[in-house]
């Protein structure tokens, strides 16, 4: 499975941003996919993950901010960011998780930068 995410840059706090992630290769037996994010001197944390089903799950710190959806048709999942923060400022990782197999495939990742 190959992720190819789009949608990271430059934008002032209290703005948006739209992130996407297109999933090619063994898509089939994919599940949920998601994003994570790191922050330089952080470790990597969940965002927010969707189902093939819909089911969404969300970091208390994305929560009523962001919103994870996806097109299984696309094999594609967005996450819709508003009212940004400097502390979003993080490189995001799309993943993507194959049921058949237990395994991850990620992203190569997108940098969010919020200005203060």
């Known amino acids: 499975v190959q992720l190819q995410a789009s949608g990271g840059g430059l934008v002032q706090a209290g703005g948006s941003l739209r992130l996407s992630c297109a999933a090619s290769?063994?898509?089939?037996?994919?599940?949920?996919m998601g994003w994570y994010r790191q922050a330089p001197g952080k470790e990597r944390e969940l965002v927010a993950t969707?189902?093939?089903?819909?089911?969404?799950n969300y970091a208390d710190s994305a929560k009523g901010r962001f919103t994870i959806s996806r097109d299984n048709a696309k094999h594609t999942v967005y996450l819709q960011m508003n009212s940004l923060k400097p502390e979003d400022t993080a490189v995001y990782y799309c993943?993507?998780?194959?049921?058949?197999?237990?395994?991850?495939?990620w992203g190569k990742g997108t940098l969010v930068t919020v200005s203060s």
């Open positions: 993943n993507a998780h194959d049921s058949e197999g237990d395994l991850d495939y």
């Open positions: 290769g063994k898509v089939f037996s994919i599940n949920a």
């Open positions: 969707i189902t093939s089903g819909g089911t969404t």
